[in-house]
């Protein structure tokens, strides 16, 4: 599978010729001003909830590129009620065949609101099941004792989590997590975009190598292949 690095916690995620982007928000990113927001593809947005940072450009590419928006019930509601018809909601627990693999929408600890106020339901995360392998995002999220469940019944190649602290687990709780889920390999996101969440790459880089891990701290704007 091909993951090309958008910046926080932005991904697109290539599978068997479908373009599978992850939390958009490339306009309001000071990090990502060389990022063309016209030039990204996609065939699916999966949101793992209603925080600006996770969905500011969710509506402007499912429009221009007629992109499926897959979230928890509200996140269809809200796309629904901005004018996007080709959505599909999903809950905790509830898994989906898409056309490039399965997906299960798992739990997250975090709020969900969206930039009115309005609630977002829950926030999320999700498992994929693929032929080119299989990952969790996510999202944004605390450390919990769910993560066991992951590590305990799914078979996880590469697994994305938030690294920036703060909003989110830090890099301590990001390396208990990745015992939990039973994954060495992981994407770090959500970090360096605002004050509050800056991190020092190699300090995080050397935490994971210690316990035998690999924390992979993409650059803006590249792209990388991942065999499993
Ligand atoms: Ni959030
Ligand atoms: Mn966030």
């Not at 996007?84 to 798992?106: A, E």
């Not at 829950?122 to 944004?140: M, P």
Request: net charge negative; hydrophobic share 45%.
């Amino acid at each position: 599978m091909q993951i090309t690095y958008y910046g926080h916690s932005c991904f697109l995620v290539e599978i068997q010729g479908k373009k599978i982007l992850f939390d958009p928000f490339i306009s309001g990113n000071p990090l990502a001003v060389d990022i063309k927001l016209e030039s990204i593809q996609a065939d699916y947005i999966f949101i793992t909830h209603a925080h600006d940072d996770h969905t500011a450009d969710a509506l402007t590419i499912a429009k221009r590129t007629g992109a499926m928006i897959v979230g928890i019930w509200e996140m269809h509601a809200w796309a629904q009620r901005n004018g996007i018809n080709n959505t599909h909601p999903m809950n905790i627990g509830g898994i989906w065949n898409f056309d490039f693999g399965t997906v299960k929408m798992v739990n997250a600890v975090h709020s969900s609101s969206f930039l009115d106020g309005t609630y977002g339901g829950q926030a999320a995360g999700f498992y994929f099941e693929t032929l080119e392998g299989n990952f969790y995002y996510a999202g944004d999220t605390a450390l919990h004792n769910d993560m066991k469940l992951l590590g305990k019944h799914l078979d996880i190649d590469i697994a994305f989590l938030p690294i920036g602290s703060n909003f989110t687990m830090g890099i301590d709780d990001a390396m208990i997590a990745s015992k939990y889920i039973k994954c060495d390999t992981i994407i770090g996101m959500h970090y360096d975009t605002f004050a509050f969440i800056k991190i020092d790459h190699d300090l995080a880089k050397k935490k994971f190598a210690s316990q035998d891990k690999e924390l992979i701290l993409m650059a803006i704007g590249t792209t990388t292949t991942f065999k499993f």
